[in-house]
């Protein structure tokens, strides 16, 4: 340690005799701070209140679903309807729910994940079909930060990256953590904050 401090030269002496130019100990000091360090940056994933939220929204739909071919039930019971499309459509609901409300949200939140870079954004999503994104800072036109009911609810926002072939999704982050991600993309891809 008391070699890097002896004089101004622009090479220090290393352990084994070679040497580190002062500017890549600057840069190993700061490293944490650097863009640069983004590339080695781990995948992240979404908050795990993301599968509660998306739990909601299958509970929702699937009990209106449910309570109109419980109306129907009720109805063709009454005037001696065939009971059958009913009951399909009522089982249907339940097989939704367990699946859309249960099982998906889980498989959803465990396999998407996604990285920022300096010049890049790194997208890894699907369990049965896999798709890993990568796109250029350079292609990025857009990022929208958005947030409906249930994710206000639980304090979550869905940050939305437009680029000329699509529009990409990374939904299921706390409101401030997406608002962060909002500007580094933004800042990343120069892209205008009109929110500013």
């Excluded at 509970?59 to 209106?64: A, E, R």
Aim: hydrophobic share 40%.
């Amino acid at each position: 340690m008391n070699n890097i401090h002896n004089d101004d030269t622009s090479a220090k002496e290393n352990t084994t005799g070679g040497t580190i130019e002062e500017s890549e100990l600057v840069e190993t000091a700061s490293n944490a701070s650097s863009p640069k360090s983004l590339k080695s940056q781990s995948l992240r994933r979404l908050h795990p209140k993301v599968k509660r939220a998306t739990a909601m929204t299958s509970l929702i739909t699937n009990g209106i679903l449910g309570a109109i071919a419980a109306a129907y039930l009720v109805v063709a019971f009454n005037r001696d309807w065939t009971l059958w499309p009913g009951w399909a459509a009522l089982g249907l609901c339940i097989l939704s729910f367990i699946w859309f409300g249960c099982a998906l949200p889980a498989l959803q939140y465990r396999y998407f994940s996604f990285r920022v870079a300096e010049d890049e954004l790194e997208i890894h999503s699907g369990w049965l079909w896999i798709t890993d994104t990568i796109v250029p800072m350079t292609r990025v036109q857009q990022v929208e930060l958005e947030s409906g009911p249930l994710l206000r609810k639980y304090g979550l926002a869905k940050v939305s990256i437009v680029t000329a072939a699509a529009t990409l999704e990374i939904a299921g982050l706390e409101r401030e953590e997406a608002e962060q991600l909002k500007r580094n993309i933004g800042h990343l891809a120069k892209v205008e904050d009109r929110d500013e």
